[in-house]
Structure formats: structure tokens, C-alpha cells
């Protein structure tokens, strides 16, 4: 397993896509802190900021306190996901290299696997640069903003590691998607559905009935918004977040290594 890992990130870092994915987030960073407004992809941020009693426009944009406007925008790095599990997974099949590696006797466990810690480790490089790249954007635009309180970082590792868990959640979902369908366009569309379509569907149901709002705490983007306000939720609110990150590594793995065993590979 390990020479297919060290294969495909030599493949990586000599390519153009990861550095593109990269530069796209400090693109991101970069309008964030110049314009002075955090956002998201989607529905839910101006809800959730009344709900857990955050107001925006009291949000300073220096170096120190970039850090809780990044990781209560941590729902937008799931799209940053597509390119990666793509570019992880996808070429050998658009290649045709995968009946070639098959045919050398690898086992389609293993080499799913080996695919699925390639994306992850992936995953938690971009949501490194993620955070590392806004807080020195933050301090070269206003400077770091003063000493961190005590227990801050802790704070901070303590919710960006649930997020973590989430977003590894959406890669065996992204990982699931490239081997069930195999076609960078199929999976593109498919992915982004995943990711927009339950929080507009959501949105519609509640305003039949206030009661649907309920679905959208198995939503993954949206516990990976919620986690954010992490010490405004109450234990039934992380413990559902925690189930859905839960849900969505093992059940997309087990059926992504399932449907691959038997799949036909022309």
C-alpha cells in the first residue's frame, strides 16, 4: 500500500492541480480579510450567528482573531475537497491504469485504501493552509492583533478537530463517488449536489413546517458550520455531529470498497 502512496504524491506535488487548489484558498483568505466579511457557500451562517449570539460586524480581522471567522467559515473548504480526492483517485481511471495495476495482483481493498489515506492526508494538509494562510494574511493586512488569551489555541484545536472529523467524512463521500462512478464529470455533479442540495432543500421544507429545520442537524456542511459554535451547542447538538461524521466515513467506505470488488474495470 505504501509504494501506491509514495507513487501518486510524487504524481501530485509534480503536478499543477494541488498548487492551483491551494492558491484558490489563499485567493479566498485574501477577499476575505480585505473586504472585512466572512461568508459561506449556501444557507444557514446569518441564522446560526443570532443563534449563538455572534455578531459579525463586531468581528476584528487581525491575526489573533481571524482564526474564529476561519474556522466559522470551515464549510467553505469542502469544496476545495472536489479537486483533491479527484486528483488523488480519478486518473487511473480516466487512464485505464487501474486494470494494469489490478492485473499485477493488487488487492481492490488495499488499493481503495491506499486511495482513501491519500485524500485524507490531503484533506488535513488543505485545512492546515487553510487556517496557516489566513492568519498570515490577517497580520499582513492588520498586523497579529496582541497576545492570545489563555487556553485560546486549545480552544481552537478543540473545534477545528471536530471540523477535521467532518471533512474527512466528506472525502470518503467524495472517495465513495470516485470509484462508484468514475467519471470526473459524474462525480463533479454529484459531489456539489451533496454538498448544496439538502440545506436548500432544508430551507424549503421549513418554511411548510418550522419542525424540518431538525434535518439539518445531519447535515455535514451544516455540523461542520455548527462546530464552529462549538461551546454555544449543547451535548445532544455535538453528539449528532459526531454520529454524522460517523455515518459518513464508515458507510461510504464500506459500500465504495463493496461496489468496487465487483466491479467490472474495462
Given at each position: 500500500m505504501g509504494k501506491f502512496i509514495r507513487a501518486d504524491i510524487y504524481r501530485i506535488v509534480r503536478g499543477k492541480a494541488?498548487?492551483?487548489?491551494?492558491v484558490?484558498?489563499?485567493a479566498l483568505n485574501v477577499l476575505t480579510v480585505a473586504i472585512e466579511q466572512q461568508g459561506t457557500v449556501g444557507a444557514g451562517m446569518y441564522?446560526?450567528?443570532e443563534a449563538y449570539g455572534h455578531n459579525p460586524a463586531h468581528?476584528?480581522?487581525d491575526g489573533i482573531h481571524i482564526v474564529p471567522v476561519l474556522y466559522e467559515s470551515m464549510d467553505n473548504t469542502?469544496?476545495?475537497l472536489l479537486p483533491l480526492f479527484i486528483l488523488a483517485a480519478a486518473p487511473m481511471f480516466s487512464h485505464g491504469t487501474v486494470k494494469n495495476t489490478l492485473?499485477?495482483?493488487t488487492a481492490r481493498t488495499k488499493l481503495y485504501l491506499s486511495k482513501l489515506i491519500l485524500t485524507s492526508g490531503l484533506t488535513v494538509a488543505m485545512m492546515l493552509f487553510y487556517l496557516a494562510s489566513g492568519v498570515l494574511v490577517a497580520t499582513i493586512f492588520h498586523g497579529y492583533g496582541g497576545t492570545s488569551p489563555d487556553g485560546y489555541w486549545l480552544h481552537v484545536l478543540k473545534?477545528?478537530?471536530a471540523q477535521l472529523l467532518l471533512l474527512l467524512a466528506l472525502n470518503c463521500v467524495g472517495t465513495f463517488l470516485v470509484f462508484a462512478f468514475r467519471r470526473t464529470a459524474i462525480v463533479n455533479g454529484v459531489y456539489i449536489a451533496f454538498c448544496l442540495v439538502p440545506a436548500v432543500v432544508i430551507m424549503a421544507l421549513t418554511n411548510v413546517s418550522e419542525g424540518f429545520v431538525r434535518i439539518y442537524d445531519f447535515d455535514l456542511l451544516g455540523n461542520i458550520r455548527k462546530f464552529g459554535f462549538i461551546d454555544a451547542l449543547t451535548a445532544a447538538d455535538i453528539l449528532k455531529g459526531f454520529a454524522t461524521g460517523a455515518f459518513y466515513i464508515i458507510a461510504p467506505t464500506i459500500a465504495g470498497i463493496a461496489l468496487?470488488?465487483?466491479?467490472?474495470i474495462k
Open positions: 494541488l498548487y492551483i487548489t491551494f484558490l484558498l489563499l441564522e446560526l450567528d468581528t476584528r480581522f469542502a469544496y476545495y492485473s499485477c495482483g473545534i477545528c478537530s468496487f470488488k465487483k466491479a467490472e
